[in-house]
């Protein structure tokens, strides 16, 4: 084979060392170049080809010197870097690679220097002559001498900018799914909501921490299983509703469902839930829920309900009791009078006693509707609860039956509580009877009363408590707990109804009273119960200061004859009659009016003369807070005793501030009026 050999001064010719795919090219244009026993003509036609392959190739194709200096490049080449052919002649390889791909390129030459035949696939980026950079795919071989020595490095270099840009956006976009993926997930599972997916078969294929909550089964618990393993009573509805939008496609929104879940066993609660299709590619694979727990909201409705009820149906025993009231004073009224002025060995004698004892079961009547409407009238004292249990424990161990088993636990030492003794034996006796009557005739059972001391703070839970909720403090507990029938949860929503009773024959107004009583007295009531297990009944009530409970003053009689005048304001004739006779009767000179505006007006004409005023509450015209507020512009220290039905620490309330000089309660005695006048000229306080 002839050497081609040139002078020193000049370049290498291009020609001899034009690659056409990398180093296959190469390989194959310096093994022409050798074949030197073929005619100059044959050799030259092959190189043309060559050249011709070179220049056209979409590939860019370089041949480098052993020092990193152009040889030759193609167009493709050029137009990926911005230079032309002529002036990459002038530069180095090495000028044009980034600076930080630079160790790159030199790490390829040592490979190829050092004796690998090629390398293949490495990426390097190159700053255009406008600074911009493309990434490229490089390929490179190296040619060599007969003896060995390195002549020049071949390369083929790919740009690959735009699917370098192309992956490093699908990685972004991979990244950023994955990002949204844990964000969804993180959702999923630490939403305050139940979600939930299920398959075809009703299956559980996912389900959030919320979610595993409400039901009392942990997450993992659920997956593979269906709703009626794991949630029988709750399979008929959720099962209906998952099939319906299973088949339709449709989703249902707002769909209340109720039940008992193993969280809470003994509970009846409620949920608020939406069911949605699930598809993949156009089927409907499975649905999802999402469920909301409203059993407190519901609870908190019922409260509100509860109280309103109780409000409305107040306002109508407070009416029902005003009016009643004053019947019963003129009742009452007469009747004492008759009594005095009979002999007691009198024939008729015992029949009005009669008369009165009925009237006195009548006011009791009114004071359990007042109670109702919590504004019961108090006598209100320090009481010992355990000591009161203890009294009245023969006549609760009667009235239970043989059946029923009495057991005490009275906490001795108890701080007092400021309440009226009738209408807390009313709440103790109430309570016991109805756990006696609830183990039942032909069942045995026990009826335990307790008594001790609560502190409720913020962390004790208050939402239970009926009629409303109680502050915090120190209260005194009365716990009633029977092992009878017990109440489902529909039964408890109904126990504090006005009129509503579980017995054959009854008022149904016992619990309703209690609860107005316990509410005027603030404090609060919790029932518990489960069907077939029994009651607990828990009353609490304020705790007054660790001191034992005095006994209520009882006041000696005096003669009750005195002189005077008083000004009678009622609308009520019975009642005025009756007053001005009791009072005539005592020696007293009284005037009356039937309305607050004509007693102003005849106040007005005879202050001079008036001593005391007995102001009826509620009057037509001009109530009585009106016509008190009159008379005191026209004599700031008039004597005023106020009569209502209502009691006398609501009466003290609305009059706060007036100065009054006395209050009676209806219905009254004569004794009991005559008293209360004496005692207002006497002293001038109440």
Request: aromatic share 4%; hydrophobic share 45%.
């Amino acid at each position: 084979m002839e050497r081609m050999t040139t002078p020193r001064n000049k370049r290498v010719n291009p020609l001899v060392l034009i690659p056409i795919a990398g180093a296959v090219l190469a390989g194959c244009l310096i093994a022409a170049v050798r074949r030197t026993r073929r005619s100059q003509a044959t050799a030259s036609a092959e190189l043309r080809r060559f050249r011709h392959a070179f220049e056209s190739s979409p590939v860019g194709m370089i041949v480098l010197a052993p020092d990193s200096r152009f040889l030759v490049a193609n167009p493709a080449y050029c137009e990926m870097v911005g230079y032309t052919e002529r002036e990459l002649l002038h530069m180095s390889a090495l000028e044009l690679t980034h600076p930080d791909d630079r160790a790159v390129t030199y790490g390829v030459m040592r490979e190829l220097l050092a004796g690998k035949p090629r390398v293949t696939g490495v990426e390097e980026r190159y700053v255009t002559r406008a600074g911009g950079v493309v990434w490229t795919r490089v390929s490179a071989s190296i040619a060599r001498d007969k003896q060995g020595q390195a002549m020049s490095y071949v390369a083929a270099v790919e740009n690959t900018t735009e699917r370098k840009a192309n992956e490093e956006a699908r990685a972004a976009l991979t990244r950023e799914l994955e990002r949204m993926n844990a964000i969804l997930n993180t959702v999923f599972d630490k939403a305050p909501v139940g979600l939930g997916v299920w398959d075809r078969e009703l299956r559980f294929v996912r389900i959030n921490q919320a979610l595993a909550a409400m039901n009392g089964i942990p997450m993992e618990s659920h997956i593979g299983r269906t709703i009626q393993e794991l949630l029988p009573d709750l399979e008929p509805v959720v099962a209906r509703l998952f099939r319906h939008v299973l088949e339709t496609g449709e989703a249902l929104i707002n769909r209340e469902v109720s039940g008992i879940t193993p969280a809470d066993p003994g509970r009846l609660r409620h949920w608020n839930t939406s069911y949605f299709p699930i598809r993949l590619e156009g089927e409907i694979a499975g649905a999802g829920v999402v469920c909301e727990e409203i059993t407190e909201k519901k609870s908190s409705e019922e409260r509100m309900r509860q109280m309103a009820k109780l409000e409305s149906i107040g306002v109508l025993a407070g009416g029902i009791a005003h009016d009643f009231n004053n019947l019963l004073t003129g009742i009452l009224g007469n009747a004492s009078l008759l009594a005095a002025d009979m002999p007691h060995d009198a024939p008729g004698i015992a029949l009005v006693h009669g008369v009165m004892h009925a009237g006195e079961r009548a006011a009791d009547l009114t004071r359990q509707l007042l109670a109702y409407a919590g504004k019961g009238r108090f006598v209100v004292q320090p009481l010992d609860v355990s000591a009161m249990v203890k009294e009245i424990a023969g006549l609760i161990d009667v009235s239970g039956g043989r059946n029923v088993e009495l057991v005490l636990n009275l906490a001795p030492d108890l701080p007092v509580v400021e309440a009226d003794h009738g209408q807390l034996q009313q709440i103790i006796m109430n309570l016991a009877i109805n756990a006696a009557e609830a183990i039942g005739e032909g069942c045995t059972g026990t009826l335990t009363i307790s008594t001790g001391l609560q502190t409720v703070d913020e962390s004790t839970p208050t939402s239970h408590f009926v009629p409303g909720k109680i502050e915090t403090g120190r209260y005194v507990s009365i716990e009633v707990r029977d092992t009878g029938s017990g109440m489902d949860a529909q039964t408890l929503s109904r126990i504090f109804d006005p009129f509503f009773t579980t017995k054959f024959m009854g008022r149904g107004l016992g619990l309703s009273a209690v609860l107005g009583i316990i509410g005027s007295h603030r404090g609060g009531m919790k029932v518990s119960s489960i069907p077939g297990q029994g009651s607990v009944f828990q009353v609490l009530l304020p705790a007054g200061p660790d001191r034992p409970a005095r006994p209520a003053a009882v006041q000696e009689k005096s003669s009750l004859m005195s002189n005077g005048t008083v000004l009678v304001v009622d609308d009520e004739a019975v009642v005025r009659q009756m007053a001005r006779v009791i009072l005539e009767r005592y020696g007293y000179t009284v005037m009356s009016a039937d309305d607050g505006a004509r007693g102003v007006a005849l106040f007005r004409e005879h202050v001079a003369e008036i001593d005391v005023v007995l102001l009826d509450m509620t009057m037509p015209v001009l109530s009585g807070e009106d016509a008190l507020r009159e008379m005191q512009k026209i004599a700031p220290d008039v004597n005023v005793v106020l009569s209502s039905g209502h009691s006398e620490t609501e009466a003290v309330r609305r009059f706060a501030g007036y100065g009054l000089a006395g209050f009676i309660q209806k219905p009254y005695t004569a004794a009991q009026l005559a008293e209360k006048v004496k005692s207002v000229l006497t002293s001038g306080v109440i």
